[in-house]
């Protein structure tokens, strides 16, 4: 009251408490909110990033050692690299098994290259070998190395790689 008006004014907990208004929440919801103000108030003052996906934070990570998802790995691998580092014994490269499937493809791919390649290496050394026949005016020999730069040059099946 001032001047014999009664003044109503509606204040949060935290200004009630500035000017000296002890507020006590009535009942289990008023103790709940409390919590959890309480609550989000620590995880705002606790040191690191916040997840955007999960909205997990470090000190989370930290008390339970499980990430809320993926994007976890992004956000806090500053903190959790060395952790991941310590664990595995300074181990962080994968260097496990590879499924029979996958290691199939690469296996059939990395000899279709090598083909590839050896077609390649034999198609130039042809070309060389008759330049220097032609050169050598040992025409014989270049019409046999033609005809077989146009066999290879026709398909990988019809060479002999």
């Known amino acids: 009251m001032r001047n014999g008006v009664r003044i109503e004014r509606h204040l949060c907990e935290t200004h009630a408490a500035e000017h000296g208004i002890a507020v006590q929440p009535a009942g289990k919801i008023g103790e709940l909110i409390k919590q959890h103000v309480s609550a989000l108030t620590q995880a705002?003052?606790?040191?690191?990033?916040?997840?955007?996906?999960?909205?997990?934070?470090?000190?989370?990570?930290?008390?339970?050692?499980?990430?809320?998802?993926?994007?976890?790995?992004?956000?806090?691998?500053?903190?959790?690299?060395?952790?991941?580092?310590?664990?595995?014994?300074?181990?962080?490269?994968h260097v496990g098994k590879t499924p029979r499937?996958?290691?199939?493809?690469?296996?059939?791919?990395a000899r279709a290259k090598a083909e590839l390649a050896a077609?390649?290496?034999?198609?130039?050394?042809?070309r060389v070998e008759l330049e220097t026949a032609v050169r050598a005016e040992q025409y014989e020999k270049a019409a046999k190395l033609r005809?077989?730069?146009?066999?290879?040059?026709?398909?990988p099946g019809r060479g002999d790689v």
């Open 101 to 109: 499937r996958v290691s199939c493809e690469i296996d059939e791919s």
């Open 44 to 93: 705002a003052q606790a040191k690191g990033n916040v997840c955007p996906t999960c909205r997990l934070t470090f000190a989370e990570f930290k008390q339970h050692g499980l990430l809320g998802c993926a994007e976890c790995y992004r956000i806090f691998e500053g903190q959790i690299s060395p952790l991941i580092e310590r664990a595995h014994e300074g181990g962080v490269k």
């Open 147 to 155: 005809d077989e730069l146009r066999r290879l040059a026709e398909g």
């Open 119 to 126: 077609r390649a290496e034999r198609l130039s050394r042809i």
